[in-house]
Structure formats: structure tokens, C-alpha cells
């Protein structure tokens, strides 16, 4: 699940056309390109290692024709089934308002569900926190895999004699660092070269492959699928073993779906289908190719495939490459963060947006840190490209099985296809989803252990979040009174007035404030205008600014103020404020408006409905969580703060 910030960039130099499929044809070719150095990149570096590692489980007693061949065509045919029909034509129709991914198809799912259908909602919630968890697994494992993939390059690179072989993991460490140092610079000077740099690397793989397709070009019968077949049927329990390194060609076929809202649907249709896909088929065919008239190629078929006289341009390149395919996984990480916080799934972080102009340019320091630490224990642990692909493909096998579910309630519910329809074309879908995640689950043992046991301590964060967050929300509406009660009381016993306008921050804005509350009761004194303001997030990426902003009138005193943002975007109070004024011509000076915010001291309590050491790790969550002030980017002078303590 990619959002690049290089898909903002590229698709609003686009101009107004992004997004939509009636493009101009400059703006299109641009984000075409765009497309191809963001949604692509990972994907693009999967041929360093996904043909060596398939072809490595096959040494003992195959015949080497037969595995070629059975190889090659089960990643092609992998390359059509997964990416091809599942995402490039029947996930990317399933958008939320022009955006894809996880947890933009769980939103979309939840609303066509809707309340009638609770439990079924429930399920799709906690689906879309399953699909959010795996994406960070699969984050930490990208980065690593990828560079060290191309820094292994070294270890053939001609004139060298393998003197810097002890040099590659030192390299690949230097280079993953000063990665996710110029992240909170932002990316949108490097951006600009992702999409030209990334088109060459796919230009030079179809080339090499091409090249390579004549040194026996009987390979092209690996087009046709029942070599795959059967390869695995006469592998047996082998052939259902190398499934899972062949699902290594498909890693990053999310990113096409997730990123869908940044380039539109037709740019990355075109290409995936002119571009992409026939030079990633040409690489393959070439690489197989190669072993048959070479079968000693089979070590590292990729870069036996590369000209002595070529060499180096192509290593830099790859590394280039690499370097992109991780900058997209990262900041993907950073865009699905926001999308998390947004959504209620994890405590408020700190965002901080790395330019005023593009949307998708934002930076997550905590999540940067936890990458960074992360990426550099898997890189020092496995230290090969061929250990770490042990460890590679189970979060994403997860994380794809994840969408397709969530598509069948696209499909069912929101499409209303008939019964015969939607299983015709989804439980082809879920048998080869499950096929892939059953054979990954053998690497359990080698290393596939960590990304799951990483994305299971998210689920269970996420987890107590939510329920922390419901159990609190309840306790409050159940210890608080309500607006109304309070407007009779404030009649029958006038408090003392203070100038100027309060503003008290809830999540519900038909109940009194902890922090209005505590204002009368201790300092004894009401504003002469009181709005009650609640920021909601909406189960769409973004809300048009005609919408941002609701007022309802109760009475001489109080006023509810309703601001809505989407899952996408960043809320900004002040900014709110200056609609009313533009839309409904109600004034708020910032210099005489206070903003009033309850502060709650959660205390454990072991009858909260959770258990103890849950209540306090969602007591530490909500110590660590950003401060709303900032969140919300409320000049911190004109804030009050007001404690209550609660037990959950």
C-alpha cells in the first residue's frame, strides 16, 4: 500500500486533469511517467532476486529445462492472475472516491454496509487493521531486500575480485541511513527524477531480457501455462515449496491500487500494460533464456545476464532503483500512519507536512525512527538478499488476501452482482491468494516469523486503541450531562459572563464538555459565546472545503460546530475557522477566541472491560500520544487546558 509523495508532485505539475480519465495528453504522458517511478518500483526490483530464488529450491535432481520453464511460467502467469485481473482490472474499480488501498477499501466497505449490517462492519473494521499491520511488516522487509539485492551486484562487478564482498552489508547500511535521514526534508526535489530514472531501469530489463530471449528462444514456450502446472505437479510438496519465491515477481502489486488516487485509474492501466508488464515478461523470458543455453547462470541469473562493458551503469542503476522502490514503501508507511490516526486506529502522532503546496508531502518521525531501527536489525540478522527473501512475501500474501475480501463486499454489496457472478470471479481470486500464503507459511521457520510477529503487535496496538479509545468515550457520555440539561441549569442560575469566545474541543457535541464542566465549576464563569466544536473524520479520503464546516445554533449562548475532514487529509482548527467567516460570514478573532481542552488522567482499573496490562498499554499509548494543540494546529497561547481523571 504505496502513497508516494512523488504522486502528489507528479500529478499536480499534471495540472486539473489528475486523477480523472479525461486527460490531456501532456498531463497524461506525466503521470504515466510519475506512475512509473512511484506504483512501480517495487515491483520493478523483483527481478534481482525472484528467478535465483525460485530456481534454488530446485537443485536436487530436477531437470533444468523443465524447471526453467515451469518457473517462468508460473511468474508470468502470476504476473497476469494477480496483477493483471485482480488489481489493474477489478480492484482499481473499487475506489473511495478516486483512492485505493486497504484501508480506503475498508472505509468504502464499512459505508456500503452501513449500520443495518453491524456485525458484518465490524469484521470489515477489523479486517482493514489486519491489512494496515501486515503493510508495515512487508515496509521494514522492502528497503532491506531491495538494496542488498543491488549492493550485491559488488560481488560480480568485473575488476573488483570480490575485495569488497565484506564491504556490501557496511554499504547497503550507509545507504538505508542516509535514506531515512533526507526523509523530513521531504522528497519533492528527488521526485521529480523517480519517474524518468525508473523508466530506464524497465527499458534496460526488457533490453537485457530481449538480448537474453535469443540464447534459446524455445524459453517462449514458458508463455503458455501448463508448463507451470506441470512443473508442480511433478514437483509435488517441492513445486508448492517454490510457489513462495515466485510470489517474490509479485510483491508490490498493492502499491498499483493504493496509489490509484494520486495518478488516476488510465495512467496506471497504461502503464502496467505498455510499459511495465511486457518489460518485466521480457526480463523473465530472457533470464530463463540464459540458464537454458547457460545452466551455471542459475547462481544469479540476473546479473549473468549483464554486459561486462555495461556493468557498472547498470549497477548504479539498480541501486537507483532500489533506493526509489524503499522511498515509495516509506513514505507509503507515513501516508497509511495518517490514514490509520485519521480513522481512530492509532493514538494522534506527530504529521508534519514537508511542503505547502503538494498534500501527499508528510513526514512521521516516530515511524520514520521504528523503519529505520527495524530495516537495520532484519539487514545485520539475515544479511543476504537470500536470507531476507525467506522472510519476504508473507505480510504481502496476507495483505493481498486482505483486499480481495474486502472486495466482495464491494462487489456483492455495493455492485450487487448476482451469487453466480461474484463467486465466478472471486474465488478463482482467493484460491490462488490462498495458495501463495499457504507455501509462504513454510518460510514460517526460516524468517517469515518476524513481519508476522511485527504485524501482530500492530493489530494488538490498534486493537487496544479502539476499544481503550469506545470504553472511554462511554464512560465519559455516561458521567457527563447532557447540553440541553446544562442550557436549564445556566437558566435557572446565571454564571458569571467573561468576554470574548470559548471553544471547547469534544467528540460528542450533544454532551457538555469535561472541560466547560470544570470551567463553571471551578472558575465559575461562561464566555458570552461558547462553541462547542467536534472534529469527525469521514469514511472519504477528503471533504470539499463546501463541506468542511457545519454550525448549528442552539441558543443565545452556544452554538455546535461540526468540521469534517477526510482519512487523507491533516485537520487544522484555525484554518476551519476562517470558512465560517468566508461561507457564513460568523467572525471568530483569534486573539480574543480560548480554546478549552479536557485533558483525561487515565487511571487502570481491572473491571474496564479489558484486561489489566491492556488498560495499561492503551494508558501508555495515550501518555505518548501527540498533543492536541499540535494536532490540531492551535496557536498553543490561546489554549486552556482542563484534567478530569477516569478509569477505564
Not at 535432481?61 to 502470476?78: C, D, P, Q
Request: with cysteine; charged share 15%.
Amino acid at each position: 500500500m504505496v502513497s508516494d509523495a512523488a504522486g502528489a508532485s507528479a500529478s499536480e505539475k499534471a495540472g486539473p486533469a489528475s486523477g480523472h480519465d479525461g486527460h490531456k495528453p501532456q498531463s497524461f504522458r506525466a503521470l504515466v511517467l510519475g506512475s512509473i517511478g512511484v506504483v512501480f518500483g517495487d515491483i520493478g526490483t523483483s527481478p534481482l532476486y525472484a528467478m535465483r530464488e525460485a530456481l534454488a529450491h530446485t537443485r536436487s535432481g530436477v531437470e533444468t529445462e523443465l524447471a526453467v520453464l515451469g518457473v517462468v511460467s508460473l511468474v508470468i502467469w502470476a504476473l497476469i492472475l494477480v496483477v493483471t485481473l485482480k488489481y489493474v482490472i477489478l480492484l482499481m474499480r473499487a475506489d473511495n472516491k478516486g483512492e485505493g488501498g486497504t484501508l480506503a477499501l475498508m472505509a468504502l466497505a464499512r459505508r456500503t454496509l452501513a449500520k443495518p449490517n453491524g456485525k458484518r462492519s465490524a469484521t470489515v473494521f477489523f479486517l482493514g487493521v489486519i491489512g494496515a499491520a501486515l503493510f508495515y511488516g512487508d515496509g521494514i522487509i522492502t528497503p532491506a531486500i531491495s538494496v542488498l539485492s543491488a549492493v550485491e551486484g559488488l560481488k560480480e562487478a568485473p575488476g573488483l575480485g570480490g575485495r569488497f564482498d565484506n564491504w556490501i552489508l557496511p554499504i547497503s547500511a550507509g545507504i538505508l541511513i542516509a535514506l531515512f535521514m533526507v526523509q523530513s526534508r521531504g522528497t519533492h526535489r528527488v521526485a521529480a527524477f523517480f519517474g524518468p530514472i525508473t523508466l530506464l531501469w524497465f527499458l534496460v530489463l526488457g533490453g537485457l531480457g530481449l538480448y537474453h530471449l535469443f540464447d534459446d528462444p524455445s524459453i517462449l514456450r514458458a508463455v503458455l501455462p501448463h508448463y507451470g502446472v506441470i512443473f508442480l505437479f511433478e514437483n509435488g510438496f517441492l513445486g508448492f515449496v517454490i510457489l513462495g519465491s515466485v510470489f517474490l515477481a509479485v510483491t508490490g502489486a498493492e502499491a498499483i491500487y493504493a496509489d490509484m488516487g494520486h495518478f488516476g485509474k488510465k495512467p496506471i492501466q497504461a502503464a502496467w500494460l505498455w510499459v511495465v508488464f511486457p518489460c518485466l515478461v521480457l526480463n523473465y523470458l530472457g533470464q530463463g533464456g540464459l540458464i537454458l543455453a547457460n545452466p551455471a547462470a542459475r547462481e544469479n541469473p540476473f546479473w549473468e545476464m549483464v554486459p561486462q562493458v555495461a556493468y557498472w551503469p547498470v549497477l548504479m542503476l539498480a541501486a537507483m532503483a532500489t533506493v526509489i522502490a524503499s522511498q515509495a514503501v516509506i513514505t507509503g508507511a507515513f501516508s497509511v500512519t495518517q490514514q490509520a490516526v485519521q480513522l481512530g486506529l492509532l493514538p494522534r502522532i506527530d504529521i508534519r507536512r514537508t511542503s505547502e503546496t503538494q498534500a501527499g508531502q508528510i513526514y512521521v518521525p516516530q515511524v520514520n525512527t521504528m523503519l529505520l531501527i527495524g530495516v537495520l536489525v532484519l539487514l545485520f540478522s539475515f544479511k543476504t538478499s537470500s536470507a531476507l527473501a525467506a522472510a519476504y512475501g508473507i505480510a504481502v500474501t496476507g495483505s493481498m488476501f486482505v483486499d480481495t475480501l474486502l472486495a466482495f463486499v464491494i462487489v456483492r454489496f455495493l455492485w450487487k452482482w448476482r451469487w453466480s457472478a461474484t463467486l465466478a470471479v472471486l474465488v478463482p481470486l482467493v484460491a490462488v491468494d490462498l495458495t501463495f500464503i499457504s507455501s509462504n507459511l513454510l518460510k514460517i521457520p526460516q524468517g517469515a516469523w518476524m513481519p508476522l510477529a511485527f504485524g501482530a503487535v500492530l493489530v494488538l496496538i490498534m486493537w487496544t486503541w479502539t476499544k481503550g479509545a469506545q470504553i472511554l468515550t462511554d464512560k465519559t457520555r455516561r458521567d457527563s450531562v447532557p447540553l440541553v440539561d446544562l442550557i436549564d441549569i445556566l437558566k435557572a442560575r446565571a454564571p458569571h459572563r467573561a468576554p470574548g469566545t470559548a471553544i471547547f474541543l469534544t467528540s460528542d457535541p450533544d454532551m457538555t464538555p469535561v472541560a466547560l464542566m470544570h470551567n463553571l465549576k471551578h472558575n465559575k464563569v461562561l464566555h458570552e459565546k461558547n462553541v462547542i466544536a467536534t472534529v469527525r473524520t469521514a469514511e472519504t479520503p477528503r471533504v470539499p472545503e463546501s463541506e468542511r464546516v457545519r454550525i448549528e445554533v442552539v441558543n443565545d449562548d452556544f452554538k455546535k460546530l461540526i468540521i469534517s475532514y477526510g482519512f487523507m487529509e491533516t485537520p487544522n482548527v484555525p484554518k476551519a475557522l476562517t470558512l465560517l467567516r468566508k461561507q457564513q460570514g460568523l467572525k471568530f478573532d483569534i486573539m480574543s477566541t480560548s480554546f478549552f481542552l479536557g485533558r483525561r488522567s487515565v487511571i487502570a482499573s481491572a473491571h474496564s472491560g479489558m484486561p489489566l496490562w491492556q488498560d495499561k498499554l492503551f494508558i501508555f499509548l495515550m501518555k505518548n500520544a501527540a498533543n492536541p494543540t499540535d494536532f490540531f494546529k492551535i496557536p498553543p497561547g490561546r489554549v486552556v487546558e482542563l484534567g478530569a481523571q477516569v478509569t477505564v
